[in-house]
């Protein structure tokens, strides 16, 4: 089912409500007490209507398969936790939640047994919650619908701005108290210190009973080299030092053109054929692979180390929840299938199959292990000036060039759709150098599915 704008905000109000009060009793349950657990001030947690967006997007057409779905609620979930964590903490210098001390738990941003409470939740959403929602929404009037909406996102936005406001006074507040901080900080290295040769022993006596730890240790220490050697570059004023976002954007471009070649490699090798894997319309870029090597970088930066069968299932699924996604995406916003694996065997809806997610895993392999530290010690060696001003005038030229793909894409389905040129400026320039020809060229793959 095809949803609009409508539909999808009363969803994300509706479902920031319900998820609100859920999240609410249950801490109140857990402590006795009435806790408010959202960030924002009112009786709403739009974490909640985020994630119901998401699964409806993303995941209404697993309804009829409910591992699928369950597994879809897990990965998305997990990817939603990490990415929100991980810019949130960029944005306000602190964590808003961290679950370094848990078992089971990946960046201290998420754990893991909370994913598959998502998954619950999501096979409990798309199959009783979300049906009953439509039915609610239908209810409402359209005018009185549209008004209620700007007046709810109105106050969200009001909260929103407020919230932010204060966490960032706070904040400002902890800098100038910076001296108790440092008495803290010493009082904390005087007991470090005391317990230094009981914590000597037990790591003595359990590097004996568990081998497998002194690898740990390793480990360790060769990460806390690899740090100190960061501090060290920063300090030397060297362009894109660890996973920064200069370094991000370097690898987005060589992440892109590296997979566009390889996959046109890839597919003259088992069709014979050499075709455009372009996504754009300027130059051999695939803004797939290039995100897809940004999402790897940033995810697994801080576990590069481990071993190659970690990176591997964790590339194998993470790799084919983003081309999924990817798929999903590209049909909504452009009306276009760019890929479809529907006649290769253990495929899902035709937009992932099992084999190209092993070859995710593999790539996230080849990525981390050879490729990354070869273009991360190239990137490191362009002068920081001329770095920038080069990153930027990058991002600027494919900012434009995924503008004019989008509309050269849409102009493309409408002529596909027999929709007649408008007399804007826009459309005809569009049906002069990009007619259907030279879009077939580009996109030999695409296929068009909205009418």
């Known amino acids: ?4 704008l409508y539909q999808l905000s009363w969803i994300f109000v509706l479902c920031s409500f319900i998820g609100w009060i859920l999240s609410t009793s249950a801490a109140a349950v857990r402590e006795k007490k009435f806790v408010d657990v959202g960030f924002l001030y009112g009786p709403y947690c739009p974490a909640y209507g985020f994630g119901a967006v998401l699964f409806v997007l993303f ?6 398969s409910l591992f699928f779905l369950f597994l879809g609620g897990v990965v998305l979930s997990f990817l939603v936790s990490l990415l929100t964590g991980f810019v949130l903490e960029r944005i306000f210098h602190r964590k808003w939640w961290d679950y370094s001390r848990k078992r089971f ?3 201290g941003y998420v754990n893991m047994p909370y994913t598959v409470v998502w998954g619950l939740l999501a096979v409990v959403f798309i199959s009783f919650l979300n049906p009953f929602l439509e039915r609610l929404i239908s209810l409402i009037p359209m005018n009185v619908g549209n008004i209620l909406l700007i007046v709810l996102f109105s106050i969200i936005g009001i909260d929103l701005v407020g919230s932010v406001t204060g966490v960032l006074a706070v ?9 108790v901080s440092e008495v803290s900080e010493n009082l904390q290295k005087t007991a470090d210190l005391m317990g230094e040769g009981l914590t000597g ?8 009973a568990y081998p497998n730890l002194e690898a740990n240790k390793l480990l360790a220490a060769r990460m806390e080299k690899e740090r100190k050697l960061e501090e060290e570059k920063e300090k030397a004023g060297v362009f894109a030092v660890g996973c920064s976002f200069y370094k991000l954007v370097c690898l987005f471009f060589l992440g892109a053109f590296l997979g566009d ?3 046109t490699i890839f597919c003259y090798a088992t069709t014979g054929r050499l075709m455009s894997r372009s996504s754009v319309v300027y130059g051999p870029f695939s803004i797939v692979w290039g995100l897809g090597c940004v999402l790897l970088t940033a995810i697994l930066y801080q576990y590069r180390n481990r071993s190659d069968s970690y990176i591997f299932i964790f590339g194998t699924v993470v790799g084919g929840a983003y081309e999924y996604i990817c798929s999903v995406f590209t049909e909504l916003v452009f009306g276009t299938v760019f890929w479809d694996y529907s006649k290769i065997p253990f495929n899902l809806g035709g937009r992932i199959n099992l084999l190209y997610c092993f070859f995710w895993g593999i790539a996230a ?6 490729l990354y530290p070869f273009l991360s010690n190239l990137i490191e060696k362009i002068p920081p000036k001329p770095g920038i001003v080069l990153t930027w005038i990058l991002i600027v030229f494919m900012t434009v060039n995924i503008i004019i793909s989008g509309l050269a894409l849409a102009r ?3 002529r596909h759709a027999g929709t007649a040129a408008s007399d804007s400026t826009i459309s005809s320039f569009l049906d002069e150098h990009f007619p259907d020809e030279r879009m077939k060229r580009i996109y030999p793959n695409a296929i068009m599915v909205k009418e």
């Open 1 to 4: 089912m095809d949803y609009s």
């Open 59 to 64: 995941l209404s057409e697993l309804h009829n």
């Open 105 to 107: 738990q990946f960046g």
């Open 171 to 179: 904040n400002s507040r902890i800098r100038k108290l910076s001296v």
């Open 201 to 208: 022993w037990v790591s003595k006596h359990l590097s004996r």
């Open 261 to 263: 070649i390889a996959e």
């Open 365 to 370: 392999v080849v990525w981390l292990k050879i």
């Open 412 to 414: 493309y389905n409408e």
